[in-house]
C-alpha cells in the first residue's frame, strides 16, 4: 500500500514540474460474461404465472445489468440471452425451456445457450406462503456463485412489484434490497397530523363538541385521505361510520 502512495506522489510531481512518465495504473478491467435465466419451475401454482414470474425476473436481470448503477458498483459486465433466442436454441436441440433446479441440469442448459453462468430456481406455493428460491450458477466450474431465498406471504401482485425485483438485486449485489422508510414517514405523519387536528377542533371528545369531536375526526379522515390516496394498491382497509376513521390492518403486512 506504501509502494502505490509514493508512486502516485512521484507521478503527480512530476507532471507538476513537466516530466510525462508512465504511471501504473490499478484499475480492474470488467469481466464479461453471458447470462441466461431459465423459467422459475412451478410448484403449487399455475405454470402461466410461473411463466409470468420469470419474465419478469428475466426483465429485471435486463434493468440491472445495463443500469450505470451496476457497471459502477461492480466490475463484472454481463449480456442477458433474450428469451426469443433461448426458444430458438432449444428448438434446434429438440427441448424445452422447462426449468431445472439441479446443477447438472443447469450446466446441460448453458452449455446449449453457450453461457458462461445461468440462472435456475423455483416458485413454490404452500397454504397462503409462497417460497421462491434462485441460483446463478457458473457453467464451467459448476460453482454456485450467488444464491437467494424468500418466503413472502401476500397479495400475489406483490410478487411482480416487490419479491422478485428483491430476489434480482440479491443476485447481482450479493446483499437484500433495503427496505423503503417511505411508508414509516407516511404513517408518522398522519399519526401526529391526526392527533393534532383532534385535539385542536374536537377537543378529542370531551363534550365542548355536540358530535363528539366530529370536526376533528372528519379532519383526520381527510388527511388521511390526502396522504394515502396516491398509493396503490391502498396502505390501510377503512371502516366505520359517522365520519370516523378505524385503521384496520396495513395491507402487505398481515400477521
Known amino acids: 500500500m506504501l509502494h502505490k502512495i509514493i508512486s502516485v506522489l512521484l507521478c503527480f510531481l512530476m507532471f507538476q514540474i513537466g516530466f510525462i512518465i508512465p504511471c501504473p495504473s490499478w484499475a480492474q478491467e470488467k469481466e464479461s460474461y453471458n447470462i441466461a435465466v431459465l423459467d422459475l419451475i412451478a410448484n403449487g401454482i ?42 430458438k436454441i432449444f428448438d434446434e436441440f429438440d427441448v424445452q425451456n422447462t426449468g431445472c433446479t439441479d446443477i447438472s441440469c443447469a450446466i446441460e442448459f448453458g452449455k446449449m445457450l453457450n453461457v458462461e453462468r445461468i440462472v435456475i430456481g423455483s416458485i413454490g406455493l404452500v397454504g ?19 444464491v437467494s431465498n424468500e418466503i413472502f406471504k401476500g397479495p400475489r401482485d406483490n410478487l411482480l412489484t416487490t419479491v422478485i425485483p428483491g430476489i434480482v438485486h440479491e443476485l447481482m449485489y450479493g446483499r437484500k434490497l433495503k427496505k ?55 396502505l390501510f382497509k377503512r371502516e366505520g361510520t359517522e365520519g370516523s376513521v378505524q385503521v384496520e390492518k396495513m395491507r402487505g403486512f398481515e400477521p
Open 180 to 234: 423503503s422508510k417511505k411508508l414509516y414517514y407516511i404513517i408518522g405523519g398522519v399519526v401526529l397530523a391526526g392527533g393534532i387536528a383532534a385535539a385542536v377542533l374536537g377537543g378529542g371528545g370531551s363534550g365542548d363538541s355536540p358530535t363528539g369531536g366530529g370536526e376533528g375526526t372528519a379532519l383526520i379522515e381527510i388527511i388521511i385521505d390526502e396522504l394515502l390516496t396516491p398509493l396503490n394498491p391502498p
Open 128 to 146: 397462503e406462503t409462497y417460497s421462491i428460491q434462485a441460483r446463478i450458477v457458473d457453467v464451467e466450474t459448476t460453482k454456485i456463485l450467488e
Open 46 to 87: 399455475s405454470e402461466t404465472e410461473a411463466l409470468s414470474l420469470s419474465d419478469n425476473m428475466r426483465g429485471k436481470f435486463a434493468e440491472i445489468t445495463t443500469s450505470e448503477e451496476f457497471n459502477k458498483a461492480t466490475n463484472i459486465s454481463y449480456t442477458l440471452v433474450e428469451r426469443s433466442q433461448m426458444d
